[in-house]
């Protein structure tokens, strides 16, 4: 009984060392814990590898919407911005009727009209530091989600 017990003991100690070395792997790159909230909620998203694309120094910013082999992804899928910088969403016109809205969790609040027309535009500019985390309606089972990370300049944050 006294081998059990510590076997048991032995193997909870190794769950938690492997939990904490987890979730402390995004909080030590990121040293403002955001990375890790896009992370994990883009971690099945269509075209998100991981990669954050940095478009601070910018003030406008480019994401088309219907991107991918099948029309279903954002492109890029997640970027980072300085706070006052304009994001455009432009639909590609594939992929079906498509539309960009913010979800319970993301710092902002926004909604574009649902379309399949080519060329349309929904813009938004992003003035306070935060997380904006939104998908397509349409197309959330499909996983069509997107994520922008918006930091003070002063902030510093490293993708």
């Given at each position: 009984m006294h081998r059990r017990r510590h076997v048991l003991g032995m193997a909870l100690c190794g769950i938690g060392i492997a939990v904490t070395g987890c979730l402390g792997d995004d909080e030590t790159d990121q040293p403002n814990g955001t990375p890790a909230r896009i992370h994990t909620f883009m971690r099945n998203a269509r075209g998100f590898d991981g990669t954050i694309i940095d478009h601070r120094d910018e003030s406008?910013?480019?994401?088309e919407v219907g991107a991918g082999d099948q029309g279903l992804a954002f492109a890029p899928a997640a970027i980072r911005v300085d706070a006052g910088t304009t994001v455009?969403?432009?639909w590609t016109g594939h992929g079906g009727r498509h539309d960009v809205a913010s979800i319970g969790g993301s710092d902002f609040s926004f909604a574009s009209d649902i379309t399949r027309d080519e060329g349309h535009t929904y813009t938004e500019t992003f003035d306070?530091?935060?997380?904006?985390?939104y998908e397509c309606r349409p197309h959330r089972a499909q996983q069509m989600l997107g994520a922008i990370d918006v930091v003070f300049p002063e902030d510093d944050v490293m993708a």
């Open positions: 406008e910013v480019q994401v455009v969403w432009e306070t530091s935060g997380v904006a985390l």
